[in-house]
């Protein structure tokens, strides 16, 4: 009935009602919205919540990255199309497909050797959110946070000392990381031990404002002590800056 309807209505009305995720469109339609010449409705296919395996299949050879795209933000996506997206030339396909609740280490320990492109490089500079992303996957092992944590990119270490899989070793590594927002998400790890907390509320982080990001981050867990406290106010430069890290 619905191919019928598809075929009586016209493409451009048949997608306008079909494409709604309300309306449980059958995946025969889903196909002819994929084997059409615009791209909007080739993007609404692999939108809809009844999109397959094999749809999604289709769409990740799409020649329009947005297609790619959309295709690996979908929840039926599976372990193969992760992998193949991996290899897509577009950073955000690699992004969105890393992001899957169920990229496997294999696929987070591909995706940690990640590589921005040339254009990437030229116009926007180092990327590094396909790494980033990796790190912060709930299924990254220790292994991969040990890897992360040497990246030569600081959104990718900070990623790996917030990840609750984080180790009192890996935390305490990154207590040593010359990137203060390193070192702030580290102390932020609710694995962080009072030993952290002591080294980072004495560590000396150069600057008034990143001081005080440290120490917000010590009180606001709970495994601070009192007597830590009054070793950072002891240790603070002036009273304007113990007086506002301290509230």
Request: no cysteine; glycine share 6%.
């Amino acid at each position: 009935k619905q191919v019928r309807m598809y075929d009586e209505f016209g493409e451009d009305r048949a997608v306008s009602h079909f494409y709604d995720s309300k309306i449980d469109t059958h995946p025969d339609i889903l196909s002819k919205m994929l084997d059409s010449p615009n791209f909007n409705h080739r993007w609404a296919a692999i939108l809809h919540p009844n999109a397959t395996a094999a749809h999604i299949d289709r769409a990740l050879g799409d020649k329009d990255l947005r297609v790619r795209r959309a295709a690996m933000e979908h929840p039926n996506a599976t372990a193969a199309h992760i992998d193949r997206a991996l290899g897509d030339e577009d950073e955000e396909v690699r992004y969105n497909a890393i992001r899957q609740p169920n990229a496997t280490a294999a696929h987070i320990d591909r995706a940690l050797g990640d590589e921005p492109s040339e254009y990437t490089r030229t116009i926007y500079g180092a990327d590094q959110n396909v790494r980033a992303a990796a790190a912060k996957h709930p299924n990254a092992t220790a292994a991969h946070i040990d890897r992360a944590l040497g990246d030569e990119d600081d959104q990718v270490r900070a990623a790996a000392a917030k990840h609750p899989n984080a180790t009192a070793a890996h935390i305490d590594r990154a207590l040593g990381d010359e990137d203060a927002d390193v070192r702030i998400a580290a102390i932020q790890n609710p694995n962080a031990t009072a030993a952290h907390i002591d080294r980072a509320l004495v560590g000396g982080l150069g600057g008034p404002l990143q001081r005080n990001g440290i120490v917000k981050a010590a009180l606001h867990g709970e495994v601070h002590a009192a007597a830590q406290v009054i070793k950072y106010k002891r240790n603070m430069g002036n009273l304007q800056d113990r007086d506002v890290a301290i509230k």
